[in-house]
């Protein structure tokens, strides 16, 4: 089996608002002193994907568009037993819409053995579209099962746990077939071996460009335009309960709750 | 290329809340774009939920009925909708981000060659030009975009828009969809429902929630937040660091991506207020939080707080409530 997990890097999302900054011209965040990680759901999809492969066998491979700063997504990929690491990228690229992204890995997929799971963060942390997963299912002409926890072989089908009303449900899905993947007690994502994050440095990551992807171009043709970005004004309001210690607070506090009628 | 087409979902024959949102603001985009707000309503069963949507406010309804949409089916409702769009030709189909909208949407969108734009929680109207406005890096910042189609696929926020009000008043027409399916559409198939145990007040709906984080330290203090909960007629909620750690279920995650809440009064117990939390919170009226780091972020969002170690805090206050409410 042939496992692709896509991976995004974002600004790291816990930037403390105080610290957050856009450029008013390119209406970009300003990265400042902020790192760069991993999407947290591209973590969990990449830990799908390394049950997945323990239970089915088959090569994981890793595959991110971003510029060069994003090998150190591929890096972590390859240091948690990734056989592949794939890096799309064009400096023309600065503003993908989501349908270019998925267009973008669909090629990158297809362009390095095809796939037969597709793992994908349910929606990033960053800009939070929820787009793209889906839109790749599309472009691959394969199912598509979102929220997903986890998965298993059944067959020559796959058997999707996924996060359902009150409740999981258990989907079958024939291959190729793309997932979203949602956190869950299920898939928390492991830490790679010290001696396995040495050995990444070592693997080879495979860059693609245009000319590799055979990319159709009205498919990157964007489908809506950012306009404005601007931090919004948020004044705390905060009142805070005095008191001497904690019981003296939650007093204070019910008599607040009681007067304002809020209870 | 007309009017404002409405994803309109029901259970057993009743609109959902999600739905009603999207016609509330289906309707305030309709009247300021000057063009029709038309419904679609798909099910085995779509009279009642039809009627529902014209005394919403929709000018037209078109129906998908079909004994196999009893229930949801993401493959089933696809294709429904596809065709849907193609005969109604709407400029722009909404959406409330539910489960079903957030499987819907990237897909009809692909499938259409539509600008998709989601988790909008405010739009501008100028003529026929529409701004759509959302909050993105977890609410830190918000974006505006405008669509380079002609047709565009939005998305709603959830539980951010003012549900339409069913006043009976309305007149629309009902227009049946020319569709037929089968069984062999729906390529993933459901083969087992798993009821998570849930006891209790349904956290989405709950006018109280009591939510703890990672500043619990464990799963044991769940009981105590549950107390609380109870007294208030509430329901218990966690962080997404409280569900990761394994102490609580992932059905009791509040949050963008867990469930999104609305309540009267929120109480936030040691949660530090990550920004995808915040996120799930933006409709609270009231916020109490209790942690007992004063920075936290947690204190932008509250409207109230207390700086405190909660076990000090938390008995008391279970006492002293006890009395308000007088159980």
Partial sequence: MRIVVCLKQILDPEVPAKDFRVDPTTKRPIQGNAKLVVDSYSENALEVGIQLKEKSGGKLVAVCVGDKRADEVLRRALALTADEAIRAWDPAWQELDAAAVAH??????????????????????????????PMLAEELGAPCVTVATGAEPAGDRLRVRREAEGGYEAVEVPLPA?????????????????????????????????????LDPSRMDPGVVLTDLYVPEMDSTCEFVEGDDGPAKATALATLLRERKIL | M?????????????????????????????????????????????????????????????????????????????????????????????????SAGRDLLPRLAYRLNAAAVTEVTDFQVDGKVVKWIRPVYGGKAMAVYQQLRERALVGLRAKMHEPAVLDG????????????????????????????????????????????????????????????????????????????AGWVPPSMQVGQTGTIVAPDLYIA????????????????????????????????????????DYKTVLPTLIEQLRAVVGA
């Fill in chain 1, 104 to 133: 973008v890995l669909a090629r990158a997929i297809r362009a390095t053995g095809g796939a037969d799971v597709v793992l994908l963060g349910r929606q990033s942390g960053d800009v939070e579209r929820g787009l793209v997963g």
């Fill in chain 2, 169 to 244: 008043s309305g007149s629309g027409r009902v227009v049946p969809v020319d569709f037929t399916v089968d069984e062999s559409t729906a390529v993933a198939r459901v083969v087992e429902r798993i009821q998570a145990t849930l006891s209790g007040v349904n956290l989405a709906e709950a006018r109280v929630v009591v939510a703890g984080g990672r500043g619990l330290g464990g799963p044991e203090p769940f009981a105590e937040l549950q107390k609380l909960a109870d007294l208030l007629g509430g329901a218990v909620g966690a962080s997404r660091a409280a569900c990761d």
């Fill in chain 2, 2 to 98: 007309q009017g404002v087409l409405v994803f309109s979902g029901q259970q057993a024959g009743q609109l959902t809340r999600a739905a009603l949102e999207a016609l509330g603001a289906g309707r305030r985009l309709a009247s300021a774009l000057n063009e029709e707000l038309l419904a679609l309503v798909v099910g085995a069963d779509v009279e009642r939920a039809a009627a529902q949507a014209i005394a919403a406010g929709a000018d037209a309804v078109f129906t998908v009925a079909n004994p196999i949409l009893a229930e949801f089916q993401a493959d089933l409702y696809l294709a429904a909708a596809e065709a849907a769009v193609r005969q109604v030709d709407p400029r722009l189909v909404v959406f409330t981000l539910d």
């Fill in chain 1, 178 to 214: 793309v997932l979203t993947v949602t956190n869950d007690e299920a898939n928390v994502p492991r830490l790679p071996k010290v001696k396995d994050v040495m050995m990444a440095t070592r693997k080879p990551v495979k860059v693609l460009g245009t000319g590799d992807l055979q």
């Fill in chain 2, 269 to 308: 117990i040691g949660i530090s207020g990550a920004s995808q939390h915040i996120a799930g919170i933006a409709g609270a009226r009231t916020v109490i939080a209790i942690n007992k780091d004063p920075e936290a972020p947690i204190f932008k969002r509250a409207n109230i707080g207390i700086v405190a």
